[in-house]
């Protein structure tokens, strides 16, 4: 009787093996991530500069002032919530690059009710943050559904999206929403009540912009992660990812899965661009988001998609991004290097052939092993 | 509105229409090519990028408009050589591998150009110069026609003539009839002979080539340096041209050519008193309404005619 | 059910598992009518589907098996309580299938991708069967699978008749069909051409013919029995 390897295993070799696996996933991961940072040197080395001190400033500088953590933290939290909303639709295995207008409307509602609602106290928080994920869910819907009931494509259907919103988010920004009688272009800042707390307010040290946004976030990749494993709708959007045919062969509505990846996914977005309105800047700026949205899709793709990974995917790409603007100030290196080690890992990480050569020429070791073992 | 209708009749606007339409048709053919060949090039915004950058630091430097170009449109063509090994040898996914190669010419041109002059913004205070515009002596005279026509960039002329090439190309050669094979049967293709992976690797050496010439046009052409991030997502509208145009050359023709007229359009309405901002958004909710149409049509026809290679 | 393939066997399967809609025509499930009901409505109905592509739609490769075995059950007491997933649950539930079928594997969460053939179609047998199915469409159960697996099939499939499930097995080995059947149809052209009440004394010889296009009964020996228009033709 043929059988493959892992049928011959008792379950004890199995759960070594899949020990040994995590392990060769999360040295990958690591390796990855390494020599990513080598090729960030190496150019920086290539272009004349000193790359020792420009790395010392870039890995270390984010720690070195209480502010700065706080910057780190402040950019976490916005990068780490347009990670997890990717990484939801991800799941369903649907390309949503839409988390740019799923944000800026989640930052247009969140502003709207907490400059212009009278609320009492706590719900001056809420309804704002309710608000905008509502918006960014209603972003997520638009591509969400053309996908899932008509199969237009979610790439172009999410990129025209974010060039209107965008678009209209600049309009309103410079004309409806600017502060009346400022020459600056910014709306007039949100209620008192509605700010986020700053965790400078919590432990009396100056954390810069960072605020409580950054539990929410951390509460939202918890429930995310709950999300996933432990509902049945979670469990329907991993089974359209992992393989539609089959999802519709055992009675799942795919089109409903991959509705609502989207629709959680821009939620999620939305949050995001609440945590900028209420948390960072207290109004709306233009360009608020910057390049947050795309490299969300880089943090998504580091941590595969799981979403508590991506609460630590997002940390560190943060933490790159921070040292970068340190490193830009303290040498002559430009902090535009961090995008382009960025960028290398996303390249390392969807070469996915990479790890499989790995891990295939380690059972083929395990097995040439265990022949011997056995003679 | 018969001051828009002055504006859409103007020989101004004509003209500017067939220079704003350059890079979206240089492009969108750039997509096609790669899309017909089975790999999405959503590197295409990267690669014009790369080729912006490299066309005018290497002209600026060397002098030479010719060699600036061509450098551009090396280092685009190698971009999607790049993008091909990584689909091909490496099993990336395309999508994601672009969206990689996209950060990677963002954050690459940006560092180059703050290392080489120190400055933030772009090339501005570099000498580049731009490629020869075409008189046309003939024409030049004629009230209308010789503004629209004569004085356009090269490239812009090169653009016009993808298209035929494009198609001729398709239909008309064994290459084309194996790219076109290759993208929508490749295990068909494969036992019928055809070098699945040369095709891919051609197709998406002369996508990125594309992509390159409209790149060196944003730097060398339709202004005379390169600004950081200048591509300003024209990659990704190309690419919505390439599905909103059936992925048929013609079609694709067509899609980019409307969104280069609207969005100089778009430009030469901001003198009237509409907001610049939301006149700018029309050819991008035409496009998401086009594809919701189009989608619902194929849907109702039953199984679409060409499957794009991202589906 | 016999018949070369390519002849209309794949298409009536899915039309019966409610994958594909039919053009005309009604399908009965003990009392239910199945017309538009979709998967969910037909499974509910108690039709099961062995598919005949396992790898296509008969499994997720990178799913674990026990995420494998829920798929149809798996927003339903006992897996899933007021809106949550019990992962211990859908781990029990399928340690139960494990041993019941006797499916070779450590553990319940070894990705699909890592079995045999055999014990893949296992899998998917053990989640059809253990539904409990009225109608159990089996098609092409044995391809590409070992000869234990191979018997193990027949007798789940005998048993599953003599729990009093209607068996559509489909195949393309007509020594498996000779071998199982109680009636036997073939289709040809995606049109019914043969029916045998009695398997007894067939010969391969006889039913190719008719798998051919040589012979054909006619529609009156075909529907007999039969209310009008019950005709199951795709």
């Not at chain 1, 009688?181 to 007039?188: D, H, I, L």
């Not at chain 2, 008193?273 to 189009?294: K, N």
Request: hydrophobic letters at 50%; charged letters at 15%; aromatic letters at 6%.
């Amino acid at each position: 009787m043929t059988s493959t390897l892992v049928e011959t295993e008792d379950r004890r070799e199995y759960r070594a093996t899949r020990r040994r696996g995590l392990a060769v996933d999360l040295s990958m991961t690591l390796a990855t991530v390494l020599a990513a940072l080598a090729v960030g040197f190496l150019v920086i080395l290539a272009t004349g500069k000193d790359p020792v001190a420009a790395y010392e400033a870039l890995l270390t500088g984010p720690l070195e002032r209480s502010f700065r953590v706080g910057r780190w933290l402040e950019d976490a939290t916005t990068l780490t919530l347009l990670g997890l909303s990717v990484a939801i639709p991800f799941r369903a295995r649907q390309i949503s690059l839409g988390a740019e207008s799923q944000l800026y409307a989640g930052a247009l509602a969140a502003a709207v009710v907490a400059i212009f609602l009278p609320l009492p106290p706590v719900a001056a928080v809420i309804v704002p943050l309710v608000a905008a994920a509502a918006a960014g869910a209603g972003m997520g819907f638009v591509p969400g559904s053309m996908k899932a009931r008509l199969g237009a494509n979610e790439i172009v259907a999410t990129l025209m999206l974010n060039a209107i919103v965008v678009r209209v988010y600049d309009y309103l920004v410079n004309g409806p929403l600017k502060e009346p009688g400022s020459s600056a272009v910014y709306s007039e800042r949100v209620q008192p009540d509605s700010v986020l707390t700053p965790l400078t307010d919590w432990f009396g040290i100056p954390l810069g912009r960072s605020n409580v946004g950054l539990v929410l976030m951390l509460l939202t990749a918890a429930a995310l992660w709950l999300l996933i494993t432990r509902t049945p709708l979670g469990y329907r959007i991993r089974m359209t990812g992992a393989n539609s045919d089959f999802a519709e062969y055992g009675g799942i509505r795919v089109p409903r899965a991959i509705e609502w990846s989207f629709v959680i996914g821009g939620a999620v977005a939305g949050l995001a661009g609440a945590h900028l309105v209420q948390g960072v800047y207290g109004r709306l700026e233009p360009g608020l988001a910057g390049s947050l949205a795309f490299e969300g899709i880089v943090v998504a793709l580091l941590a595969r998609n799981n979403p508590l990974v991506v609460v630590i995917a997002g940390l560190f790409y943060s933490y790159l991004r921070a040292g970068g603007d340190i490193m830009e100030q303290q040498t002559d290196v430009g902090t535009e290097i961090v995008v382009v080690i960025q960028a290398v890992i996303v390249l390392l990480v969807t070469a996915q052939a990479l790890p499989d050569l790995l891990k295939r020429r380690i059972a083929r070791k395990q097995a040439a092993h265990k022949q011997v073992g056995a003679r | 509105m018969s001051s828009g209708f002055d504006v859409v009749l103007s020989s101004a606007f004509l003209a500017a229409a067939l220079r704003v339409s350059t890079p979206y048709l240089l492009a969108a053919f750039g997509g096609l090519v790669a899309e017909r060949a089975g790999i999405s090039n959503i590197a295409l915004e990267g690669q014009m990028l790369a080729a912006a950058c490299t066309g005018a630091l290497v002209a600026g430097y060397s002098g030479s408009v010719a060699l600036g170009a061509l450098s551009g449109i090396t280092v685009a063509t190698l971009l999607g050589l790049l993008l091909a090994a990584l689909r091909l040898e490496l099993g990336a996914d395309a999508i994601i591998a672009g969206i990689g190669l996209n950060l990677l010419a963002s954050g690459a041109t940006a560092y180059a150009v703050y290392t080489l002059l120190g400055d933030k913004g772009g090339t501005s205070g570099l000498d580049s110069g731009t490629l020869p515009t075409v008189p046309l002596p003939g024409i030049e005279s004629i009230p209308v026609l010789g503004d629209v026509l004569s004085g356009q960039n090269l490239i812009t002329w090169l653009a016009f003539l993808t298209a035929p090439f494009v198609a001729w190309l398709f239909y008309r050669t064994t290459f084309g009839f194996h790219l076109r094979a290759v993208g929508e049967m490749p295990d068909a293709a494969a036992s019928v002979g055809i070098p699945v992976r040369r095709v891919q690797y051609a197709g998406l050496a002369l996508s990125g080539a594309l992509a390159g010439l409209a790149g060196v046009f944003l730097s060398m052409g339709y202004v005379s340096f390169f600004v950081r991030d200048m591509t300003a997502g024209r990659g990704f509208i190309a690419l919505a041209a390439v599905f909103l145009g059936g992925l048929r050359p013609w079609g694709v023709f067509l899609a980019a050519l409307g969104f280069g007229a609207a969005e100089a359009l778009a430009v030469q309405l901001g003198t009237l008193d509409v907001p610049p901002q939301l006149v700018s958004t029309i050819p991008y909710a035409m496009t998401l309404v086009a594809l919701a149409l189009y989608a619902w049509r194929r849907k109702r026809r039953g199984v679409g005619q060409v499957a794009p290679a991202s589906l | 059910m016999a018949g070369i393939e390519g002849n209309g066997q794949s298409e009536l399967a899915e039309i019966l598992a409610g994958l594909r809609s039919p053009t005309s025509g009604t399908i009965h499930v003990g009392g239910t009518v199945t017309a538009g009901l979709g998967v969910v409505g037909h499974r509910r109905a108690g039709v099961g589907y062995v598919p005949e592509d396992r790898l296509r739609n008969g499994a997720a490769l990178d799913e674990s098996i026990a995420d494998n075995l829920v798929v149809d059950r798996h927003d339903r007491p006992p897996l899933a309580r007021r809106g949550v997933l019990r992962p211990k649950a859908v781990r029990a539930h399928a340690e139960q299938l494990i041993d019941q079928y006797a499916i070779r594997t450590p553990d319940p969460s070894v990705p699909m991708r890592a079995l045999s053939g055999g014990n893949m179609q296992k899998v998917i047998v053990a989640r059809e069967l253990s539904a409990g199915p009225r109608l159990l469409i089996a098609s092409q159960v044995t391809r590409g699978v070992d000869v234990g697996a191979m018997r193990f099939m027949y007798e789940r499939l005998v048993a599953a008749r003599d729990n009093g499930a209607a068996v559509l097995l489909i195949s393309a080995d007509l020594t498996e069909l000779l071998a199982l059947s109680d009636r036997l149809l073939v289709l040809k052209d995606g049109l019914l051409v043969g029916r045998f009440d009695d398997t007894t004394g067939l010969t391969e010889k006889h039913v190719g013919l008719y798998m051919l296009g040589v012979e054909h009964h006619d529609d009156e020996h075909l529907t007999a029995g039969l209310a009008a228009g019950e005709e199951p033709t795709p």
